[in-house]
């Protein structure tokens, strides 16, 4: 059964985020930011009234097989959106990618809800950050010096994982060994008419980021690309408490 103060809990963080966000310069934006990583961290499935599901469950969820008669490989349940943050839980079939992509001038905040994460992330470097021209890219579009910083695995008994807009703002996220979901916080929301809109990458040079990639961290070029063919985001209804902004 969910804890007696499952409501309260997500309306907290709801409120926290509203307060951190409203002001990312303000002198109190510190201080706020670890309070909301804090509750962030007391957030469990079952506050939410989830639990893991199989392939059928998701793609009953989901709404049948709307994609060349395959379930989405990852789904979204929106939990609200104000002006500075958009907060909702993305649910990941096992096996499944979200590609490696960037948060343009946004605070990201992510808590593993069940299953495991194996999440790389990156820091786009300067223009001219490197002297060595980028490896050919063939058909690519253009390409970005980036410091591959980390690659971990994030279970619910995680902290929250952070980015900034120029701290580990690129990253890939992979369900290990089965399904896995987690609560996703952005600042502000994605907004391609405000100059936020989603970029995907591929890696130039060495492994693929989700696969074991030599000493870290360590430079390498990125390629922007399309949304991937195989990676596409459906959408189900969030059964949680509601939050009131």
């Keep these: ?17 509203r307060l951190t966000f409203r002001s990312p310069a303000g002198p109190a934006f510190g201080e706020n930011l670890h309070r909301l990583q804090q509750l962030l961290d007391e957030v469990r499935a079952e506050d939410l009234r ?6 059928s469950a998701v793609a009953a969820a989901s709404g049948g097989l709307p994609w060349a008669g395959v379930a989405p490989p990852v789904s979204y349940m929106h939990i609200c959106e104000t002006e500075s943050f958009s907060m909702g839980v993305f649910l990941l079939r096992s096996g499944a990618c979200i590609p490696l ?38 058909g690519g579009g253009p390409c970005l010096r980036a410091l591959f910083r980390s690659r971990q695995h994030y279970t619910p008994a995680s902290p929250p994982c952070l980015l900034s807009p120029h701290t580990d703002n690129l990253h890939q996220i992979d369900a290990v060994d089965g399904p896995a979901a987690f609560l996703d916080i952005l600042a502000p929301p994605y907004d391609p008419q405000h100059g936020r809109d989603c970029h995907y990458y591929r890696l130039l040079d060495g492994p693929p980021a989700g696969a074991e990639p030599p000493a870290l961290p360590r ?27």
């Design 219 to 245: 430079e390498v070029w990125l390629v922007e690309t399309p949304q991937a063919a195989d990676f596409w985001c459906g959408s189900e209804p969030y059964p949680g408490p509601r939050v009131c902004l």
């Design 1 to 17: 059964m969910p804890r007696d103060n499952m409501a309260s809990l997500i309306q907290r963080v709801a409120r926290q985020a």
């Design 50 to 55: 989830l639990a893991p599901r199989g392939p």
């Design 101 to 138: 992509h960037d948060h343009p001038g946004m605070n990201g905040m992510l808590k593993v809800l069940y299953g495991t994460l194996r999440i790389a992330c990156m820091d786009a470097l300067p223009a001219g950050a490197s002297a060595a021209p980028p490896p050919p890219a063939a």
